[in-house]
């Protein structure tokens, strides 16, 4: 398994802001994810970071909305720009080492 | 389309008393179903991952079983402690990197 910590653990931000959500694994691994979860909804995977090449977003989201880095093989960046009401999730991150782990999430509320 | 639904949405039990959580899945390949418990405020945590049909995985008093087209997780005598929700995912196809979640069931022992 891995240790996976996320910060900020949860945040209220304005509209129009961006909130920017690290992600550290306490061990090296290739692939790294961005879910979000939304009230009382299932999880739903927004990106697929690998380091050193672009992340691979699903369909329905957008770099320009939620760009993420991934500088090195522990450590990734998932930013929520231009915020609205609607961006009010929990984002998590999660790692795949054969099963996918997850850290701990964070709780966004957009006002 | 690839989809996991599971039922009951929730589950209100009494400590003791067992019953079923219900798992199913129309996707095309299966490479592995995985069960998840998630705490009010706290990521996902791993509970089991099921490759074929007639496969059981069993911790303390849960105990995950899998067919061609759905997964029951079984808890036996049930604690308050066990009160969470359980989410179901599924891979399949060709990706090794995406999972589908189900939107979980929600359970509540009561002592």
């Known amino acids: 398994s891995a240790v996976i910590s996320q910060k900020p653990s949860r945040d209220i931000c304005q509209r129009g802001t961006s909130l920017t959500i690290q992600c550290q694994v306490d061990s090296q691994v290739t692939m790294m994810f961005w879910y979000r979860q939304q009230p009382g909804q299932s999880l739903t995977l927004i990106a697929t970071a690998n380091q050193g090449s672009e992340a691979t977003y699903e369909s329905g989201f957008v770099i320009d909305k939620f760009p993420i880095s991934r500088p090195n093989l522990t450590f990734s960046t998932l930013t929520v720009s231009n915020l609205s009401p609607e961006d009010s999730s929990i984002y998590l991150c999660?790692?795949?080492?054969?099963?996918?782990?997850f850290g701990p999430g964070t709780r966004l509320l957009v006002l | 389309e690839d989809q996991v639904t599971q039922s009951p949405e929730a589950l209100r039990l009494q400590e003791g008393e067992s019953s079923s959580l219900n798992c199913s899945y129309t996707v095309s390949g299966l490479r592995g179903l995985f069960w998840y418990r998630q705490d009010p405020g706290k990521g996902p945590e791993f509970l089991f991952t099921l490759y074929s049909a007639g496969e059981e995985k069993e911790k303390e008093r849960l105990k995950a079983t899998l067919t061609k087209k759905e997964s029951f997780l079984h808890i036996t005598a049930p604690k308050p402690e066990d009160s969470a929700t359980y989410l179901c995912a599924v891979q399949a196809g060709e990706r090794d990197d995406k999972i589908i979640f189900g939107k979980g069931t929600r359970l509540h022992i009561l002592p």
């Open positions: 999660s790692v795949s080492l054969g099963t996918q782990y």
